[in-house]
C-alpha cells in the first residue's frame, strides 16, 4: 500500500492463467476516535477476523440487507423502480444502527463540506427514513442531543437563550464557519425541533420524548424567544437578519421559513410540554402568536423575506412553509405561492428546488406537474451507479440531499404521506405514469404496515 496525492493506493499484479476463475475478496473496516480505545487496533481485528471467516461474514452481510429491504418501496414504472431503489440503497448504505452520527450531504465516501452536518440530514434525508427505518433515522436525532452543549454554547456566544444548532455541525456541535453569513441560517434549529417530535410520532417512544425530544423542542423555542423583537409600531414579532435556506439572499430581515419554523417550534414547544404535564412558558404563546409572516395579500403567496424584489432564488425557500411545515393556507394560496418560485430558479437549478415543488403539485393534485417535477431531477444522476450531483453541471457526487428530496417527491407526494399525531396520513397522486405502487413496511407509532396504492385508492395492510 502506498500513499498517493489522492490517498491510499494498493496494487496487486496476478498471472491468471486461461480458463481458470478467481474470487478476489477485500475486507475493510472503519472506527472513529470515541468508537473504540485505538481505532486503528479495533479496525485491524476486525479485518483479521473476517478474513479468516469469509463465508460468515458474507451471509452476516446478505442477512442484514434483507432484514434492510424488508422496508422497500415498489412501483409499476421500470425507470422509477430503478431510481427508487437506487435512492434507499445509497441512504441505508450510509447509515448504521446505533451509531449517532448521520452522514453529511455527500455520505460516508464524500468529504464535500467537511462531512459536516446540515439541514440537509433533517430536512431532506430524514423523512423518509425515518418512515421506512427509524432505527436509522435515530442517528439523526441522538447527534442533535449528544450535540446539545455545543448549541447551548453558539446561543451563550450570541447573548442568545436555549440552544443554537450550528448550520455546518461537527464532532461537537459548535459552529464551525462563525465567521460567515451562513451561520446565521437559525432556520435550522426549527428543522432539529420538528425532527425530534416526528421521530416521537413515528416510533411512540415516549421514553425518547420525554428525555431528548422535549428538551431539544423546549430549547429551540427559548432560543427563537431571545431572538425575536417585538415592533411596537405593528404590534408584532420579528427575526432579523438571518441567511435564508435560499442562499443567494444572503442575511436578510423577516425570511418567511425562518419565521414560520420557530412560530410551529413555540407552538410545538406548548403542544409537548402539555402532553408531559410539564411547565409552559407563557412566551411561547406570546411570541407564537404574533411573529410576523411576510404575505403579499393582492398575489396570495408567501414573500420569501422583507424587501424581497423577486430576485433568482438557488432552491425551495418560501414553498417549504407549504411542505414540510404545512402552514394552513388555501389552495389559491399554495398555487400562487409554488407557480410564483418554480419561476424563480436559475435556469441550471439544484435538486433542492424541484422535488419540493413536485410534493406540493399533489397537494393540488395535479400529478401530471409532479411527474414533471420527478423527470427535472433526471439531469442531476450520473452514470451506470446513478450518483447524483447537486446541479446538473456540479459534479457533488453523490448528494444524498437530492436523494432525498427524490423520496420524498414519491412518498409524500405521489404518496400523499404526512406525520401526524393521530394517524400517518395518506393519499393517492400517482402521475399516470405510475399506474401503482407499493410502500412496503412504513411505520407509525411503533407499529409497521404496507400501503398499496392503484387505481386511485390506497390500501393498508398491516404486517
Known amino acids: 500500500m502506498v500513499l498517493t496525492s489522492g490517498g491510499f493506493e494498493r496494487r496487486v499484479d496476478i498471472v491468471g492463467e486461461s480458463g481458470r476463475t478467481y474470487f478476489f475478496r477485500k475486507f475493510g473496516a472503519l472506527f472513529a476516535d470515541g468508537q473504540a480505545e485505538d481505532p486503528i487496533h479495533a479496525a485491524a481485528t ?4 473476517s478474513m479468516a471467516h469469509p463465508d460468515q ?8 440487507w434483507a432484514k434492510l429491504w424488508e422496508h422497500d418501496i415498489e412501483a409499476g414504472h421500470a425507470g422509477v423502480q430503478m431510481l427508487v431503489r437506487n435512492a434507499l440503497y445509497q441512504l441505508y448504505a450510509n447509515l448504521g444502527e446505533g451509531v449517532g452520527n448521520p452522514p453529511g450531504p455527500t455520505g460516508l465516501t464524500g468529504n464535500a463540506w467537511g462531512g459536516h452536518l446540515f439541514y440537509d440530514g433533517e430536512l431532506w434525508t430524514y423523512p423518509a427514513i425515518l418512515l421506512l427505518q427509524p432505527e436509522l433515522a435515530r442517528n439523526y436525532v441522538d447527534y442533535r442531543f449528544r450535540t446539545l452543549p455545543g448549541a447551548r454554547r453558539n446561543a451563550a456566544a450570541h447573548g442568545m437563550a436555549g440552544a443554537q444548532f450550528a448550520w455546518e455541525g461537527a464532532e461537537f456541535g459548535d459552529e464551525t464557519i462563525p465567521g460567515l453569513v451562513y451561520s446565521v441560517q437559525h432556520h435550522i434549529n426549527s428543522d432539529v425541533a420538528l425532527t425530534q417530535w416526528q421521530y416521537f410520532l413515528v416510533t411512540g417512544d415516549q421514553d425518547f420524548l420525554e428525555k431528548q425530544g422535549a428538551p431539544i423542542i423546549v430549547e429551540n423555542a427559548d432560543f427563537w424567544v431571545s431572538r425575536s423583537v417585538y415592533n411596537t409600531m405593528f404590534d408584532r414579532y420579528e427575526i432579523q437578519q438571518v441567511c435564508c435556506a435560499d442562499e443567494f439572499a444572503e442575511v436578510q430581515d423577516n425570511n418567511a421559513l425562518t419565521n414560520y419554523g420557530a412560530k410551529a417550534t413555540l407552538e410545538l414547544a406548548v403542544r409537548v410540554q402539555t402532553l408531559l404535564k410539564r411547565p409552559v412558558d407563557p ?5 407564537a402568536a404574533k411573529l410576523w409572516i411576510p404575505f403579499n395579500v393582492a398575489e396570495q403567496r408567501i414573500i420569501e423575506y422583507e ?19 404545512e402552514m394552513p393556507l388555501d389552495s389559491a394560496a399554495k398555487r400562487n405561492t409554488v407557480g410564483y418560485y418554480r419561476t424563480r430558479y436559475e435556469a441550471e437549478k439544484i435538486m433542492m428546488g424541484s422535488a419540493i415543488d413536485g410534493v406540493i ?3 393540488l393534485n395535479d400529478a401530471e406537474s409532479s411527474w414533471r417535477m420527478f423527470l427535472d431531477l433526471l439531469g442531476h444522476i ?23 428530496g427524490m423520496l420524498q417527491l414519491v412518498m409524500m407526494g405521489w404518496g400523499g404521506l404526512r406525520i401526524h399525531q393521530d394517524d400517518l396520513a395518506a393519499a393517492n397522486h400517482l402521475p399516470a405514469a ?8 412504513v411505520w407509525h407509532d411503533g407499529r409497521s404496515f404496507d400501503l398499496h396504492y392503484e387505481a386511485g385508492t390506497v390500501r393498508r395492510i398491516d404486517r
Open 46 to 49: 476486525l479485518v483479521a477476523g
Open 57 to 64: 461474514v458474507r451471509s452476516m452481510h446478505e442477512a442484514a
Open 283 to 287: 412566551r411561547w404563546r406570546e411570541v
Open 307 to 325: 424587501g424581497y424584489n423577486g430576485a433568482v432564488i438557488k432552491q425551495a425557500d418560501a414553498t417549504l412553509i407549504i411542505y414540510p411545515w
Open 361 to 363: 403539485d399533489c397537494e
Open 382 to 404: 450520473r452514470g451506470d451507479f446513478l450518483m447524483v450531483s447537486e446541479s446538473p453541471f456540479n459534479e457533488t457526487i453523490s448528494l444524498l440531499t437530492g436523494l432525498g
Open 434 to 441: 405510475v399506474p401503482w405502487m407499493k410502500f412496503k413496511g
